[in-house]
């Protein structure tokens, strides 16, 4: 007979358990045909078997699911949540900014599972260790307006040397919009004449991101 997840973790370590078998111990109880193991598998279909779609879903969501109710989905939501913070917090123990991919997993927990645009902007000292980091805007599904002036405004009080632009498209297209390309222009010429480097600019998705630096085009 096949042991229980929790059993399973228990005798052998979590790294044994499936990703299906983790949300059945999240889960509790299943329903009356389904375990918990099968209603966890259930609800990862639900989301392409992506953790990272699946951080995405909201309640109202995960309770179109067969067998998820208010409680279980709010459990669901908390547990991936500790694990994004998880992840945020292994990178904020090393807080100076080498390339894109470490601003990358410094910004992409605040961004990837957001339904709406943000816009946020990473302040820097000179030796590229983050100070801290702010959100200027919000806006839409597709597009949020940002104010250049708040921008700079945000970083002086920072006391930053240098900043990294960030912003989420919830779509999924990582290519840079008009607008996109226009502001980043427009805050580094900005950023010259008041001594202060603009780094990079990211596009953040679900499970990626652009970089506007390793493209060449900052």
């Not at 902007?121 to 708040?150: M, W, Y």
């Not at 008009?178 to 950023?191: C, H, M, P, V, Y």
Request: hydrophobic residues 40%; aromatic residues 4%.
């Amino acid at each position: 007979m096949d042991e229980r997840p929790r059993e399973k973790l228990q005798n052998h370590g979590k790294q044994q358990l499936s990703n299906s078998e983790l949300l059945g111990i999240l889960l509790a109880t299943g329903t009356k045909n389904k375990s918990a193991v099968d209603l966890g598998r259930e609800v990862l279909l639900s989301a392409n078997n992506d953790l990272n779609k699946l951080a995405g879903l909201s309640v109202n969501e995960l309770c179109k699911i067969e067998g998820i109710g208010p409680a279980k989905a709010i459990t669901l939501i908390s547990a991936l949540e500790l694990g994004g913070r998880r992840s945020a917090q292994s990178a904020n123990n090393s807080l100076k900014i080498t390339s894109s991919s470490d601003a990358y997993q410094y910004i992409g927990h605040k961004l990837a599972d957001l339904s709406h645009e943000e816009f946020w902007v990473i302040f820097l000292n000179r030796a590229n260790h983050i100070l801290s980091s702010q959100c200027i805007s919000k806006g839409g599904f597709s597009q949020t307006v940002v104010d250049p002036k708040v921008v700079f405004k945000a970083a002086l009080e920072a006391k930053s040397s240098a900043i990294i632009l960030c912003h989420n498209h919830p779509s999924g297209n990582l290519k840079p919009s008009a607008a996109d390309i226009s502001l980043t222009e427009k805050i580094q010429s900005a950023g010259k004449l008041l001594d202060l480097q603009v780094l990079d600019h990211l596009i953040v998705t679900s499970s990626t991101y652009l970089s506007f630096a390793d493209e060449g085009m900052m």
